[in-house]
């Protein structure tokens, strides 16, 4: 059986005796009662629990909104991402250029209703990992929701062929489409090779000959949380985008009373300067909170630091690292591979002039953007 369960009947929720189960209830009781935006204050959607068997999966349910964030906006993804890469290029003339083609881009993909889309395991942050869910699980959920949200597209972020390669042919399968969003990077830390390389060799001697300190979560104190706020800042949203999540001092508080993220920071004379958050998923694991104070020298090596602090961490566990998108240089100097990541997202039960956007956006990120991605990620 398939259920859905909202802000009103979310205390109903008979919740998995498991760890799986444990980690959702922890994560999902205070985002659906008191709203996502209370949290990531960019995210705007409605967030509700779906429990399958011995699964329970977030599920946002978005509209339209203006530069709502990407984790639940395709139009913001696609096209919001593209805008503002193109307004940093340099080169005055090919910006000219460029400039009208992704505005065109972005206006279809709002006007084409992208962002009436249902994403399932959607855990609002920048990559989604993936528990085990069967082909016939998969289909239940597609079905359910379907019947749930007749004018919303069904999706599901972040699959690729690596971490989540059941879903991936499962959802194809399934007649879903599978649409380029990004490259991504991800290595074994469980094998050896990653350890060999230079720059890894390299990056760990930082670490060793570091002032700073590395500490975990339960040695922060309430003075600490702006500071990490700031800091993730810094990077994701200053440096990068204002599409990614903007997460909130609230955000960071819940992450560690409840142990939705596991932290490891870098503090010298009572301040810290760099921060990750990681979570492990079905022998994966990724970093949605990384931060570092990008006002300080970059000889002090504090992204390089919290880089290979993860990879230590994977390590250990014997672990998939899945370092997500972005710096693809710095990865595979580290031999981490670039593999391209898909929204899977069904469409049949909607009108024709609402799949015949989705349709087109497959052909031009698979087809012509696809091939440039990992070369343009740098």
């Known amino acids: 059986m398939v259920k859905i369960y909202d802000s009103s009947t979310i205390d109903d929720l008979p919740w998995p005796d498991n760890e799986e189960g444990g980690y959702a209830r922890n994560f999902l009781i205070p985002f659906i009662k008191n709203g996502p935006d209370t949290y990531i204050e960019n995210v705007k959607t409605e967030l509700v629990a ?17 530069d709502n964030c990407f984790v639940c906006s395709p139009s913001s993804f696609y096209g919001g991402f593209s805008k503002e890469r193109v307004k940093a290029i340099e080169n005055d003339l090919l910006k000219a250029l460029l400039f009208p083609a992704v505005n065109l881009l972005h206006t279809g993909l ?16 920048s990559t989604n990992l993936y528990p085990k869910l069967s082909d016939d699980q998969l289909v239940r959920i597609r079905d359910h929701l379907i019947e749930q949200y007749p004018d919303h597209a069904i999706a599901f972020r972040s699959i690729n062929k ?27 830390a469980a094998q050896n090779e990653h350890f060999k390389s230079r720059m890894i060799k390299s990056d760990l001697k930082i670490l060793r000959n570091t002032e700073y300190e590395v500490i975990d979560g339960s040695q922060l104190t309430d003075q600490d949380i702006p500071r990490i706020v700031e800091i993730y800042r810094m990077l994701y949203v200053d440096k990068y985008s204002q599409l990614n999540p903007k997460l909130t001092e609230k955000f960071i508080k819940i992450i560690i009373e409840n142990r939705i993220l596991t932290l490891k920071l870098l503090r010298k004379d009572g301040r810290v300067d760099g921060v990750l958050g990681y979570v492990i998923r079905n022998g994966v694991i990724n970093s949605p909170l990384f931060g570092y104070d990008t006002s300080l020298p970059k000889e002090l090596g504090l992204y ?12 250990e566990h014997g672990l998939l690292l899945n370092m997500s998108s972005g710096a693809g240089s710095y990865k595979t100097l580290r031999r981490a591979k670039p593999y391209i990541e898909y929204n899977a997202v069904y469409t049949k039960h909607l009108r024709l002039k609402r799949r015949v956007p989705w349709a087109i956006l497959k052909t031009l990120m698979n087809r012509l953007a696809s091939p440039l991605m990992v070369k343009l990620d740098n």
């Not at 779906?50 to 203006?66: A, G, R």
């Not at 709002?110 to 942050?125: C, E, M, Q, T």
């Not at 390089?304 to 390590?315: Q, T, Y």
């Open 162 to 188: 690596v971490d989540s390669l059941h879903c991936f042919r499962a959802l194809g399968n399934a007649g879903f489409h599978l649409v380029a969003t990004r490259p991504i990077y991800i290595v074994d």
């Open 110 to 125: 709002k006007k084409g209703k992208l962002d009436k889309v249902v994403y399932v395991n959607n855990w609002l942050l």
């Open 50 to 66: 779906l429990h399958i068997d011995d699964h329970v999966l977030p599920v946002t349910i978005s509209n339209i909104h203006p």
């Open 304 to 315: 390089r630091m919290i880089s290979v602090l993860l990879s230590l961490e994977a390590k």
